[in-house]
């Protein structure tokens, strides 16, 4: 079955860093492009960073491109999300998402996802 589990989610000061990993199964993540997304109450859910099945190409959201950047190990099926001067505004549930593409389908899956809180 194919899963994605998020971890390293959890309650930071503001201007702290946490660093958010996706673990990867049941499908070929070397050929897939990996994305973070979140959201929050009352919100829709955002993308804020993606990168290629190769980690040559990488893409933010404006609100955090300066400060948070998405990396992938395809040797250990995982991508990450590490998060540098976090804000209040950042507070959300983190998603791993995964875009498959094979040459009669393409599939995409949803990991449960973390939670980060950022508070003083």
């Known amino acids: 079955q194919v899963q994605l589990v998020e971890s390293g989610g959890g309650l930071v000061q503001p201007g702290g860093s946490l660093r958010l990993s996706c673990a990867a199964s049941?499908?070929?993540?070397?050929?897939?492009?990996m994305r973070w997304y979140r959201q929050t109450p009352g919100k829709e859910r955002e993308l804020v960073a993606g990168?290629?099945?190769?980690?040559?190409?990488?893409n933010y959201a404006d609100s955090v491109k300066s400060r948070f950047t998405i990396s992938r190990d395809n040797a250990k099926n995982a991508v990450y999300l590490q998060m540098n001067s976090l804000k209040p505004e950042d507070t959300a549930v983190y998603y791993c998402?995964?875009?498959?593409?094979?040459?009669?389908?393409?599939?995409?899956?949803w990991g449960q996802g973390t939670q980060v809180t950022v508070s003083s």
């Open positions: 990168i290629g099945s190769a980690g040559r190409s990488t």
């Open positions: 998402n995964a875009l498959w593409r094979g040459p009669w389908r393409q599939d995409e899956y």
């Open positions: 049941g499908f070929t993540f070397s050929s897939s492009v």
